[in-house]
């Protein structure tokens, strides 16, 4: 794929014998944008550092399992490869953003992934609140599947880390991340969307789901989210999730 930065859309081979199946992994934000910036003990705790931390291990877990991965990206880095023009004062445009959104999709599209896993980490204005949400499509033609995985994801993560089970939810139903207004008229996560012309012109073709398994803002999760234990916990049970979701029970 043209257009991407130094270690995006990096495509990795099973540990050992053939790949089964390819699973795409998008630890979310990176480069000029953090994403949620919480505190533990003191220091920061950036959600795109987190989202990374966590989606290494969890390529490092299929891999060795059979699976090949492709991450989009693999670097402190944006997808799509940034000009002057798409920061302002540091900060990403929104139509850096977006297209930086719709690299990651091309990138799973390309991959020929059989399953979009999308990892984020939340945010509240309350610092008591926590727990671990999950956001699927409701409109794809594979809704169904979008559905069964968004829930096989967040019970694992629920069990394994003992959050508070906010739930699962449509996309549809995400008020905040509008990043423009033709955002919120699409009304939908890109990675996971239907197409929209002009803004999502090649929608994912696989199942997909975002989760997001602890929010930042509470201190007490973002010290877990913070550490390699934490991590390491959130991306086996993230495998386990996927284990169920293939094994279609
Ligand atoms: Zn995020």
Same mark, same amino acid.
């Given at each position: 794929?043209?257009?991407?930065?130094?270690?995006?859309?990096?495509?990795?081979?099973?540990?050992?014998?053939?790949?089964?199946?390819?699973?795409?992994?998008?630890?979310?934000?990176?480069?000029?944008?953090?994403?949620?910036?919480?505190?533990? +003990?003191? #220091?920061? /705790? !950036?959600?795109?550092?987190?989202?990374?931390? @966590? &989606?290494?291990?969890?390529? =490092?877990?299929?891999? $060795?399992? +059979?699976? #090949?991965? /492709? !991450?989009?990206?693999?670097?402190?880095?944006? @997808? &799509?490869?940034?000009?002057? =023009?798409?920061?302002? $004062?540091?900060?990403?445009?929104?139509?850096?953003?977006?297209?930086?959104?719709?690299?990651?999709?091309?990138?799973?599209?390309?991959?020929?992934?059989?399953?979009?896993?999308?990892?984020?980490?939340?945010?509240?204005?309350?610092?008591?609140?926590?727990?671990?949400?999950?956001?699927?499509?409701?409109?794809?033609?594979?809704?169904?599947?979008?559905?069964?995985?968004?829930?096989?994801?967040?019970?694992?993560?629920?069990?394994?880390?003992?959050?508070?089970?906010?739930?699962?939810?449509?996309?549809?139903?995400?008020?905040?991340?509008?990043?423009?207004?033709?955002?919120?008229?699409?009304?939908?996560?890109?990675?996971?969307?239907?197409?929209?012309?002009?803004?999502?012109?090649?929608?994912?073709?696989?199942?997909?789901?975002?989760?997001?398994?602890?929010?930042?803002?509470?201190?007490?999760?973002?010290?877990?989210?913070?550490?390699?234990?934490?991590?390491?916990?959130?991306?086996?049970?993230?495998?386990?999730?996927?284990?169920?979701?293939?094994?279609?029970?």
């Amino acid at each position: 794929m043209n257009g991407l930065e130094a270690g995006a859309c990096m495509g990795l081979d099973p540990a050992g014998g053939r790949a089964a199946k390819t699973v795409f992994i998008d630890p979310g934000h990176g480069g000029l944008d953090p994403g949620v910036v919480g505190m533990a +003990g003191g #220091r920061q /705790v !950036l959600e795109k550092d987190v989202t990374l931390a @966590v &989606a290494t291990r969890l390529a =490092s877990l299929l891999r $060795a399992d +059979g699976y #090949r991965v /492709v !991450l989009s990206r693999t670097a402190d880095s944006s @997808v &799509a490869k940034l000009s002057t =023009s798409d920061s302002v $004062a540091g900060a990403m445009t929104g139509s850096a953003v977006h297209r930086d959104l719709v690299a990651r999709t091309l990138c799973a599209n390309a991959a020929a992934a059989s399953v979009l896993v999308s990892i984020h980490f939340d945010a509240f204005d309350d610092p008591s609140v926590g727990g671990t949400e999950t956001f699927y499509d409701p409109v794809r033609p594979f809704a169904a599947d979008n559905k069964r995985l968004a829930n096989d994801l967040q019970a694992a993560v629920v069990v394994a880390l003992g959050t508070s089970d906010r739930g699962v939810w449509t996309d549809e139903q995400l008020s905040a991340p509008t990043l423009t207004a033709a955002g919120g008229q699409y009304g939908h996560l890109i990675e996971l969307g239907p197409a929209a012309a002009g803004w999502v012109d090649s929608p994912s073709q696989m199942p997909g789901a975002l989760i997001e398994p602890m929010f930042l803002t509470n201190s007490a999760e973002a010290r877990v989210a913070s550490q390699p234990a934490g991590q390491q916990k959130v991306a086996v049970a993230l495998r386990a999730g996927l284990q169920k979701f293939f094994s279609g029970a």
